[in-house]
């Protein structure tokens, strides 16, 4: 593996290095810049399903046969199914929030596919298919949107930290973990998923410089997804995001992220890299965020409906079908297993979702410490002598009752 | 019984937890070959190796982020800020991640990590050098903040900080770190006495006067300068911060009937005004006067020069206690102000 995609070099056509000081100014202006095509990004499968020739990930998707890619586009379809249903269920006003993601699917499902269950992820928000394939339970993905908890599932029954909304702090843990695992003499890879907004925060930075000093086994694992909310990522980056992390010291590819073979088989490299003692290694995802950046935002207030329109010529489950279809796999009845599948999965992420109770009152004051604390225990039962004061509504008793336990009720992967 | 240093009884402590548990593990700048820029972690890389402690590179959040992965991984970091200022680095970090990741996965996940923190002034330092922060992290759910006045405390909190499942802010009073005393390093830990307790060091009648950490030592002198004026002061030491020893505190103010609080922080949303509105609101029917605060000022810590106005010292102190005696001392001058700006 080279320690740098070639593609991603300095002088790529139309890259701000390589162009005029005229043109730098005008891409300063206009922050839609040029490395907002996906031209430079390594792939094996290009957008019209057509398998194309990459000497250099292909050995690490050799294992993926007919059977497994349908695999792959099983569960591409069926989180894009979940997506649509988390949008639904919050304008339905059973989530808060939810943050959707639309055309990343190749990306996630890419990745988390190529990791081995003693691996351990730390995602960001809209890992929700990540989360999927590591094994959280349906309620996993919607309890922390509906204000039920602040994270969804057990992360040591699925390997995966809860989802982080501080932008790229998970970048470190991932790298704190891996040096755990270099401490235990293991050889499981901690995993970093974060965003192109995130590559601006100090917090990446320095887990860049943490994972290069002591070459940790941590893969970051960067969606550009092309916007941070509304800042493209011209704002965040003049070059290709994979360059930064050569200057780290730490080796990268720039891979097309909705080509989810090619994902599969640049995760796998810097998996076996890591595994191996080769340290950390950089992967940035080229893809597009196609929704908004949660359901409280409007994307047609920055975005150009053009760009919407280039990207949706690069949808990364369209094409995997068009590869499908041209191995003779995509047979009526896989077609009607997968969208069974999908329907299935919908149909139980919004029955679970809408069962999910309200936490009885006291637990408020749960687990914010592992050990008694004196402060706290006399605010619990302040407030636990306050509430007496009320006639208790119908129902109230059991929920009283319940006040130990129902987060574990609830929870997630338990 | 030994006599030792407070930075070497820390030391010491660190050296039985390293050597007590081989998940414990030292993280910080320079406290490698250096042994730490006071010294604490003297030899403890030689004799635990550099895998056990690690020589970070120099960025803030990076070392507490890496301890929250390291702690997922079943690791007990116990890292160190080099200077109190240094901490706004990873201010982030701490209070968004190490302070919640507990409650956020419903217990699931504990971070056992210890910060270690020298902190405050008197030593002639430059800017950013002698900070008092601990009120940002006593405001913080999900954090303990503890901090040792003597050699014997030094030793047995730092001890008490690394085995609590919690995260512990453990602030040094660095301009104590040679101050001597005895310690009894045989004793188990399971014997002291809990880490949240606050402690009476001198006895009184009069009045409590409510000290932490480096100004300990001062008050125990203001005691012993107003028992030559017939003023019996209580000196209590708080030990820890939060959460705080409500109980101890009232005891003694349900005795004196007048309290005093002193810490070199700046007094606004200090931990004076906590400890002054909570006994207030336990003691009021006690209380012979107002809760009176002996702090640094509002302003950013002034250059060497200057500090020795900054600090409060015996003379502020006694001044304080004038007040609360409701003798003259400053308080016209407190009081008297007709508006408020």
């Known amino acids: ?414 | 019984m030994t006599v030792m240093t407070l930075g070497g009884a820390i030391n010491a402590g660190l050296r039985a937890a390293l050597a007590g548990d081989e998940k414990v593990m030292l993280m910080g700048e320079d406290i490698g070959a250096l042994g730490g820029v006071y010294r604490i972690t003297d030899k403890l890389q030689a004799e635990f190796g550099p895998r056990r402690v690690v020589d970070t590179p120099l960025a803030e959040a990076g070392i507490l982020g890496t301890a929250v992965g390291l702690a997922f991984r079943g690791y007990r970091p116990v890292v160190e800020i080099q200077f109190d200022g240094f901490i706004y680095p990873a201010f982030d970090q701490i209070v968004s991640q190490v302070s919640r990741m507990h409650a956020r996965t419903e217990g699931a996940v504990t971070l056992p990590i210890t910060i270690r923190v020298p902190f405050g002034g008197g030593i002639g330092s430059a800017e950013h050098h002698s900070e008092s922060p601990e009120a940002y992290f006593a405001h913080t759910p999900g954090l303990r903040v503890i901090s040792p006045s003597t050699p014997q405390d030094a030793f047995t909190m730092i001890q008490q900080a690394i085995a609590c499942s919690d995260p512990v802010l453990f602030f040094e009073p660095k301009r104590r770190y040679h101050v001597k005393g005895e310690v009894d390093i045989d004793r188990p830990l399971a014997d002291a006495a809990p880490m949240g307790g606050a402690h009476v060091v001198v006895p009184g009648t009069d009045v409590t006067l409510v000290a932490y950490g480096p100004l300990v030592a001062t008050a125990r002198d203001a005691a012993t300068a107003a028992l030559a004026e017939g003023v019996s002061i209580e000196v209590v030491d708080l030990r820890s911060l939060a959460p705080l020893d409500l109980e101890t505190l009232a005891a003694s103010v349900q005795k004196t009937g007048r309290l005093v609080i002193t810490h070199e922080a700046s007094g606004a949303g200090g931990l004076g005004a906590e400890v002054a509105a909570s006994i207030t609101e336990r003691c009021f029917e006690y209380l012979e006067h107002a809760p009176v605060r002996v702090t640094g000022f509002g302003v950013p810590y002034p250059p060497a020069k200057l500090e020795r106005h900054y600090l409060p010292d015996l003379d502020r102190i006694m001044d304080g206690v004038d007040r609360a005696l409701g003798r003259f001392g400053s308080e016209t001058a407190v009081l008297g102000s007709e508006v408020t700006r």
């Not at chain 1, 040029?34 to 057509?50: F, K, Q, S, V, Y």
């Not at chain 1, 088989?265 to 080229?286: C, H, K, Y």
């Not at chain 1, 010529?313 to 079908?321: C, N, S």
């Open chain 1, 1 to 414: 593996m080279a320690d740098q995609n070639p593609e991603s070099g300095s002088t790529e056509p139309g890259s701000p290095a390589a162009s005029s000081p005229e043109q730098d100014a005008a891409t300063r202006a206009d922050t839609a810049p040029a490395i907002a095509d996906d031209e430079t990004a390594a792939r094996l499968l290009n957008a019209a399903g057509e398998r194309v020739p990459n000497a250099e990930l292909e050995p690490w998707a050799s294992e993926l046969d007919a059977e497994a890619i349908g695999g792959l586009y099983r569960d591409m379809v069926v989180v894009r199914r979940l997506d649509a249903e988390g949008i639904a269920l919050q304008r339905q006003g059973q989530l808060g929030l939810w943050p959707p993601l639309l055309g990343q699917e190749a990306a996630q499902i890419g990745s988390a596919r190529a990791l081995r269950a003693d691996d351990f992820v730390f995602s960001s928000y809209r890992e929700m298919a990540v989360a999927w394939v590591r094994g959280a339970r349906p309620e996993g993905l919607t309890r922390a949107w509906r204000g039920i908890s602040a994270s969804g599932w057990d992360p040591f029954t699925v390997n995966m930290a809860p989802m982080q909304v501080i932008i790229g702090a998970q970048s470190l843990h991932a790298t704190g973990y891996a040096l755990g695992i270099q401490n235990d003499g293991a050889d499981a890879v901690a995993v970093a998923y974060f965003g192109d907004g995130a590559t601006s925060e100090g917090d990446v930075n320095e887990a860049m410089v943490f994972a290069a000093s002591f070459q940790a086994p941590v893969i970051f694992f960067c969606q550009n997804n092309h916007w941070a909310i509304s800042e493209p990522v011209g704002l965040q980056a003049h070059r290709a995001i994979s360059d930064r992390a050569p200057g780290f010291g730490i080796p990268s590819m720039r891979v097309d992220g909705n080509d989810v073979l090619a994902v599969f088989a640049a995760m796998r490299s810097a998996l076996d890299r890591a595994r191996n003692g080769g340290g950390p290694t950089f992967i940035e995802a080229v893809t597009y965020r196609m929704g908004p950046h949660t359901t409280a935002d409007d994307p047609t207030r920055y975005r150009d409906p053009a760009e919407l329109e280039l990207w949706a010529g690069r949808d990364p489950i369209r094409r995997v079908e068009a590869l499908l279809r041209g191995m003779g796999a995509f047979t009526p009845e896989f077609e009607q297993q997968v969208a069974d599948a999908a329907d299935t999965a919908a149909a139980e992420l919004r029955a679970v979702t809408i069962a999910l109770k309200d936490p009885a009152p006291l637990s408020v004051f749960d687990h914010v410490y592992a050990e008694p604390h004196t402060a706290l225990e006399r605010e619990r039962e302040q407030y636990r002598v306050y509430l007496e004061q009320f006639e208790p509504p119908e129902g109230a008793v059991q929920a009283a009752d319940d006040a130990e336990s129902t987060s574990a009720d609830n929870g997630g992967a338990r």
